[in-house]
């Protein structure tokens, strides 16, 4: 092999080979290192029957020369580029911001989406409602059962919508009305009434009735967008009052006193009402059963 200086390029022949290069100051060195490896493996490929990288044969060999080569695997790449040519790898360390899930409330309740974002508080949950999804369809509640009507609204909205879906059903059931209101609980007193007139027409039915017992029952259904439900629910006991007190809450919250209290729903504030209420217990059980869930919906409902 012989090398010629011409400026900043230098030949290097070996054989019928010719090759030049580029000696700027920063690039020579690691260059001439790699094309003369180049140009000994083409010697080899011209003069060794495997066409392989090669190194010298030792001096032991009979044909030994400095342009006999003996076969050998080697790196091409040797030494790291000293211009720091180097591949970037991506850091994989590095965390990717978590976009929050969106749950869409099946509900057009105030106070029932008040309750269930100050439940799932704790989750990075991004919850909407009717008002945030545009042609959001109107589910009727057919169903003979809370868990039919839940079930029904939170498949109904996921599969439309493409979202996780969450809805409820809540009814108060009395035990001298054999279980009514139950699933009219909301329209008891006829459609759009206020909480008052349904209120009014159950004090009005349990009037000659001393058996007061009743329970607030709250079935909760979850849907992933491909419609597979699960539910839970929560159950609080109590009586009926012969008269309505209290200004908090909602619904049958003036005239319900439930077990263990001397106040009725609408005198407890909304910590202590969460704590024991119908609604409370069936959230609390969704989130022991759904929580991993929420954490990470590609696991499904199923």
């Known amino acids: 092999m012989a090398a010629v200086q011409y400026g900043r390029f230098r030949r290097i022949t070996t054989g019928c080979t010719l090759v030049f290069i580029d000696t700027t100051a920063r690039v020579a060195e690691w260059q001439t290192r790699q094309v003369e490896g180049l140009v000994a493996f083409i010697g080899c490929v011209g003069s060794s029957p495997t066409p392989s990288m090669c190194r010298r044969r030792g001096a032991s060999s009979p044909d030994a020369s400095p342009t006999n080569f003996e076969p050998r695997t080697i790196d091409p790449f040797p030494r790291p580029c ?18 929050p899930m969106q749950l869409l409330l099946a509900s057009n309740n105030a106070d029932k989406i008040t309750e269930i974002r100050a439940a799932f508080d704790f989750l990075d949950l991004e919850f909407l409602t009717a008002a945030d999804v545009p042609h959001i369809p109107e589910v009727v509640e057919d169903g003979d059962t809370l868990e039919e009507n839940a079930i029904k609204k939170a498949t109904t909205l996921a599969r439309e919508t493409g979202l996780w879906s969450l809805a409820d059903d809540t009814g108060l059931e009395v035990a001298a009305l054999n279980g009514a209101p139950g699933v009219y609980s909301a329209r008891y007193a006829g459609e759009d009434v206020t909480y008052e007139d349904n209120c009014r027409k159950l004090l009005a039915e349990m009037a000659d009735h001393d058996d007061r017992k009743a329970r607030f029952r709250c079935v909760i259904a979850l849907s992933n967008p491909a419609g597979d439900a699960q539910t839970v629910d929560g159950v609080c006991p109590g009586i009926i009052t012969r008269e309505g007190r209290g200004a908090e809450g909602f619904g049958y919250d003036p005239i319900f006193q439930p077990d263990g209290h001397d ?33 990470r919906p590609d696991q499904g409902a199923s």
């Open 82 to 99: 000293p211009c720091k040519h180097t591949r970037r790898t991506p850091d994989r360390s590095t965390k990717q911001l978590a976009t």
């Open 263 to 295: 106040e009725t729903f609408a005198e407890l504030s909304v910590p202590q009402k969460n704590g024991i209420s119908h609604r409370g217990r069936a959230l609390a059980a969704a989130i022991a059963a759904w929580g991993e869930i929420l954490k």
